[in-house]
């Protein structure tokens, strides 16, 4: 068979290909945006800070925007060194993290028999769920004095007082792997699976289902660093560093308010 370089045609395609990339305003043609949903930030002595300092090490050095999801029911117990270090990370302060709300206290509702019939954004009620958004966006604001855009619930679980309560935060428009009704924010829905389960990472797992396909053009990607042991970190460099020759782009979730269209399925 002939090698397509060498069918009419062919060489002009392989010429361009060369050209392209040196046009303004004509890009490399890209698989598609990569959004990494990083959960469970906890501040404080209780808190997980010192385990997600790698990977937000690695995001800065790398140059790689990263999402991180704040549990705020701590964040009065920051220390200023953590405050800080909230600060100089944030991508509005020149850093390369956008931080977003992840709930209260991320609680589990459970009966006397101790089994689950609720989550902190699912069967709680709308006065307790804006409760929880809005005292979580004032902490976020008077202790590391950032604004959140983004939410995501607690075990991605919500309902349908969920988006009443979101109305109450207009500021926030991006909502990670929320239902797919909700047309006042920008829903990122999930697609590929980056752990096998919370705080395990393999790429031999996630490069199974990235090689079979199909593979959306948005690809948010959860994951859990305060969990993750250097083995589930490795693996994560790993995903990111293939992912990133194979020419997807990485984004803050913000950034997708007006990509969202163009790239859902
Ligand atoms: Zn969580």
Known sequence: MTHPALRPGGLLLVFLAFLLPG???VEAPSPGVVVWKFDDLRTGPRGNVSAIKPVVAWSRSTGTPISLGVIADRLHEATSDEIQWLQVSAAERGGTVEFWLHGWDHRKVTD???T???FEFKGTGLTSQTASLRQSQEAMQQIAGLTCTTFGAPYNASDADTPQALDTLPEVTVWLFGPPGDTR???????LRLETKTGVVSSAAFFAAYDRGPRPRLLVLQGHPPYW?????TEFVRIADRLRSDGWVSRLPRACR????RLMP
Not at 185 to 191: E, I, N
Not at 258 to 261: F, H, N, Q, S, V
């Open 116 to 118: 689950t019939i609720g």
């Open 185 to 191: 924010r920008q829903v990122l829905p999930a697609s």
């Open 229 to 233: 042991n250097q083995a589930s970190f």
């Open 23 to 25: 046009i303004p305003g």
């Open 258 to 261: 007006d990509l969202g269209e």
């Open 112 to 114: 006397a028999q101790g």
